[in-house]
């Protein structure tokens, strides 16, 4: 591995020696769809779909975004044709490979009500097997750090460790960046550096080949590729570098925990809360958010119930609700909680930033919000530590017990 | 890939699974507060269940959902769990309607634990609001079942009124075994002849020969606690000796759905109990 960054995880796709790297034809990409199938395994991967790179099931090569683009920016996303057949000519889109993973929604336990009272179990299903087909290098980053929420401990999701240990990667490395994208200020990408199984440059008569795992490895011994000769390396080079150059946005993550946890009073709440929808879209849409609210599903009945546990977000007021009334009844308080949990104390939590720098949540804001601006205003006037615990405590002076 | 196998067979049972229990017996203790005692159908889970004083369960009510409720019992006796539950919402009213041998589910336990074992040697103040006796009951019973190991113990215990008291017909109980007991209300009636005023005045006057060598914990309405730990501190004992145990949302218990996020603490897994200096800097941060 040649990069190691925070957010590695101890991970057998992370190890192994890097092997040469293969050349395999464009027309044979239909090959590798079709032995990933013939292992059992359900493609999915990028397809175009209600305007936009989406991910679903892959059952040919054509249902990939062949010869599409998108163009993105604060609160934008069209779909453009390229002026070529590239298979993986896209940055990334609204989905993220934690639908497959973390479903959006999931039955969790079940309870029946028999003779004996309340019976309770959970769920005793063979997970299904994704091959993942097309996973940026922010994503690989996305998928560690939800493998530290969901697996790290103390508790084990079980539903997201099944599906992610019967998972085959194969990532793709950016050829190209949107002007939202920022992962080389996240140490995220845009080269895929670990944490896959395959990883794909795509050239333009196809595409170099790295293996990044023992799986990997078996696999591409049973497909059609040759060694990629230093033409085809220089041109996988000369397309990676691309992106590298395109990405101009930035985000200064020098000391962000404490210039956000000093700031939790900053004016710069309040400015936000008067352009923030308190939507969800950014947490819907970003690859490492985990926030989940189970309900109760009862048959008609009433004797079987279902937990389904659904994606959530801080940004719903009831997110938050405590005896009385929610904690969190702003949006500034619910913006500031999004923010501050991303990039700073995920850090004291997982070990990592929460954020890998896709920019999704940029892209997709209706209002077109840039966390990395609101970071940057915040930088730009800090100090605001107006400690507010002397007038707070002399304004709820009362009922102490 | 065997993706964090260590972690998974370090807790092999899953997460969400809840027990059944059978509600045992109903203590009614005060106006819309009662404590129901959870007895797990299953005789092998009887038996491992332990908890240290402190940390709660999750209670199901299937179709109505899952709370997050203290255990109020005595962690060195088995077999009966109780629980100290105040009518709050759908769960909490639905369960009060319940009657003994109904079952409903337990999942648990979970959280972080009152200091009991840095208690030995030392005075110990334990301040009460209102239900927040309840969280601090099972450190009652475990200091008391080993008194001469402790300092000083004082319980301090407020409520807004004399009927609002919790478990006022065990305090003899826990004078007779060594417990300093101090009682006072927001709001007196006619046959009180008790303190009348908020626990901080008692506080402010109780007798602390040793502050430096005196652990403090408290559970009650946040402000409350925040005035307790400020006059702890006014009376020379030290922020790291000081606990609190807060509440925020609870859902899954298990630090996997993002509810009950205090600044960087998970309420269900970091907490609920805190040492005070770990969660001082955002303590009155409001609507964090």
Redesign the interface.
Known sequence: MTRSDANDVD???SGGTRQLTRFLDRQDLEVLIQRLTDDGYQVVGPTVDQGAIVYGDITTSADLPIGWTDLQEAGRYRLQRRDDDAYFGYVVGPHSWKKYLFPPVTV??S?D?TE???????PDETPPRYAFLGVRACELAAMKIQ?K??????????IY?AR????FVIAVNCTQAAPTCFCTSMNTGPRCSSGFDLALTEVVDGFLVEVG?D?GNELIQRLPVTEATSKQLARGETSRQQAVDQITKRMDTGGIQSLL?DN??HPQWQDLATRCLSCTNCTMVCPTC???????V?DLT?DH?D?E?SW?S?FNID??????GP????I??RY??WL??KL??WH??FGTSGCVGCGRCITWCPVGIDLTQEVAAIRSSPGLKAD??ER??SS?GE??? | MNLAAASATANPHNPWLAHTVRIDRIVKETPGVATYDLVFEDAAVRKKFTFRPGQFNMLYLPGLGEIAISISGDPNQTGRVPHTIREAGNVTRTLAELSVGSTIGLRGPFGAWWPVDECVGRDVVLVAGGIGLAPLRPVIYDLLSDRERYGRVTLVIGAREPAALLYPSEYDDWIRAGLDVQVTVDRSVGTWHGNIGMVTALLHRLPLPDPGNTLLLTCGPEVMMWYTVQGAMERGLKAESLYVSLERNMNCAIGLCGHCQFGPQFLCKDGPVFRYDKVASIFKVDDL
Not at chain 1, 319 to 324: A, K, P, T
Not at chain 1, 327 to 330: A, E, K, L, M
Request: glycine share 6%; charged share 20%; proline share 4%.
């Open positions: 991970h057998p796709k969790v336990a309870a009500r004996v009272g309340w019976q309770m179990s959970t493998d929420v969901f697996t790290g401990g103390p508790f084990v999701d079980p460790q992610r240990n019967a998972a795992s799986a946890m939790l009073r985990f926030c989940s609210s189970v309900s109760e009862s009433g119930i937990r546990r959530d801080c997110f938050s609700y405590m005896n009385g904690t969190r009844n702003s500034a308080s500031r909680q501050t949990h700073a104390t004291d939590q507010d615990i707070d405590a709820n009922a102490a017990s």
